[in-house]
């Protein structure tokens, strides 16, 4: 008796996926990238912070990003849920949404330094969606921090907040989480590798 042959694999969400990038790279614009670039430039010449903020997994993307602007930017960034023991002593004592606030006040967040948000949705106040960075963004706005922000979608709080706001254009409303936190990996990886704000040559590069 022959055997039954496998059949082929099918491809079609890679496919898709991989046609959704390349129809969110078609829609960017290169001007507004560039502006992005420029805030980090002005920051690191008048040698302020940069304080990275996302929650889930902006969070994630903000801890990375901080790295490589710290090791291969030269320039002081922080972000607020890297120390996991501090913020849920906040959560718990001050509740989510002033958790991020309360950090930057004892942070002396400053005129000089600069904010950026990362975020899917860009917190929003109806429906109330990520408040702790609705209130981080409206701080910084009370002291006149400047804002930049990639996020999604209408691009929320932080569209409105921002002084430079890339928002990710939709491409699959079923994807729209994993492309904005996807993008913003590729932008902050694009602005530590200009070479106005680059600081350092990664290891593999160098050697």
């Not at 055997?3 to 991989?18: F, G, I, K, T």
């Not at 903000?62 to 890297?82: M, Q």
């Not at 509740?95 to 930057?104: A, I, N, R």
């Not at 990520?130 to 706005?141: D, E, H, W």
């Given at each position: 008796?022959?055997?039954?042959?496998?059949?082929?694999?099918?491809?079609?969400?890679?496919?898709?996926?991989?046609a959704?990038?390349?129809?969110?790279?078609s829609?960017?614009?290169?001007?507004?990238?560039?502006?992005?670039?420029?805030?980090?430039?002005?920051?690191?010449?008048r040698?302020?912070?940069?304080?990275?903020?996302?929650?889930?997994?902006?969070?994630?993307n903000?801890?990375h990003?901080?790295?490589?602007?710290?090791?291969?930017?030269?320039?002081?960034?922080y972000?607020?849920?890297?120390?996991v023991a501090?913020?849920?002593?906040?959560?718990?004592?001050?509740?989510?949404?002033?958790?991020?606030?309360?950090?930057?006040?004892?942070?002396?967040?400053?005129?000089?330094?600069?904010?950026?948000?990362?975020?899917?949705?860009?917190?929003?106040?109806?429906?109330?969606?990520s408040?702790?960075?609705?209130?981080?963004?409206?701080?910084?706005?009370a002291?006149?921090?400047?804002?930049i922000?990639i996020?999604?979608?209408?691009?929320?709080?932080?569209?409105?907040l921002?002084?430079?706001?890339?928002i990710?254009?939709?491409?699959n409303?079923?994807?729209?989480?994993?492309?904005?936190?996807?993008?913003?990996?590729?932008?902050?990886?694009?602005?530590?590798?200009?070479?106005r704000?680059?600081?350092a040559?990664?290891h593999?590069?160098?050697?």
């Amino acid at each position: 008796m022959l055997a039954l042959r496998e059949p082929e694999p099918s491809y079609e969400h890679v496919r898709n996926y991989c046609a959704e990038i390349r129809e969110i790279l078609s829609r960017l614009e290169y001007d507004r990238l560039d502006d992005l670039v420029q805030e980090v430039i002005a920051v690191k010449e008048r040698q302020g912070r940069l304080f990275v903020l996302g929650s889930g997994g902006s969070a994630a993307n903000a801890s990375h990003a901080v790295n490589d602007f710290r090791k291969l930017g030269g320039i002081e960034a922080y972000s607020p849920s890297d120390n996991v023991a501090e913020l849920t002593a906040r959560i718990n004592d001050n509740g989510w949404t002033h958790s991020y606030v309360d950090w930057l006040i004892i942070s002396r967040m400053a005129p000089i330094d600069l904010m950026m948000i990362l975020s899917v949705g860009g917190g929003s106040t109806k429906p109330a969606v990520s408040m702790n960075l609705v209130a981080a963004m409206k701080y910084a706005k009370a002291i006149k921090t400047p804002i930049i922000s990639i996020v999604g979608r209408d691009g929320g709080q932080a569209a409105k907040l921002s002084k430079v706001c890339i928002i990710i254009p939709t491409a699959n409303e079923q994807r729209i989480t994993p492309h904005v936190e996807s993008f913003q990996e590729l932008f902050w990886h694009m602005i530590v590798t200009d070479p106005r704000v680059q600081h350092a040559i990664p290891h593999w590069e160098s050697l």
